[in-house]
């Protein structure tokens, strides 16, 4: 059974950073897998915000608003997806979710963690 856990959120102050983790069990991310890895957020009273993907081939996606900040990345080695998140700003305020697509089309999310905190105070 494929699970994800998501770790590393916390309280930061503007202009701090942070790093996420996810790890990946039950599945094995390789070259020779198709998967797809993403990041997602939802602030209070906010709908669910795509943040960033990234595919089997190391290619990654990132929403517009937050390219330049945020970087993701994988470790197979270690089944682990990371989002390092640079300049952070109050509205970066969030929930955030790890997910995965093992169809590897980056859109048929079927598998999700629990979430880890990220608030960024003023």
């Known amino acids: 059974q494929v699970q994800l856990q998501e770790s590393g959120g916390g309280s930061v102050q503007s202009g701090g950073s942070l790093r996420l983790s996810c790890a990946v069990s039950?599945?094995?991310?390789?070259?020779?897998?198709?998967?797809?890895m993403g990041w997602f957020r939802q602030a209070p009273g906010k709908g669910r915000e795509g943040v960033a993907s990234?595919?089997?081939?190391?290619?990654?996606s990132y929403a517009d608003s937050l390219k330049g900040r945020f970087t993701i990345s994988q470790d197979n080695a270690k089944n682990t997806l990371y989002l390092q998140m640079n300049s952070l700003k109050p509205e970066d305020t969030a929930m955030y979710y790890c997910?995965?697509?093992?169809?590897?089309?980056?859109?048929?999310?079927?598998?999700w963690g629990r979430g880890t905190q990220v608030t960024v105070s003023s």
């Open positions: 997910a995965a697509d093992l169809g590897g089309y980056c859109r048929n999310w079927g598998y």
């Open positions: 990234i595919g089997m081939d190391g290619g990654t």
């Open positions: 039950g599945y094995t991310a390789s070259r020779n897998n198709r998967y797809c």
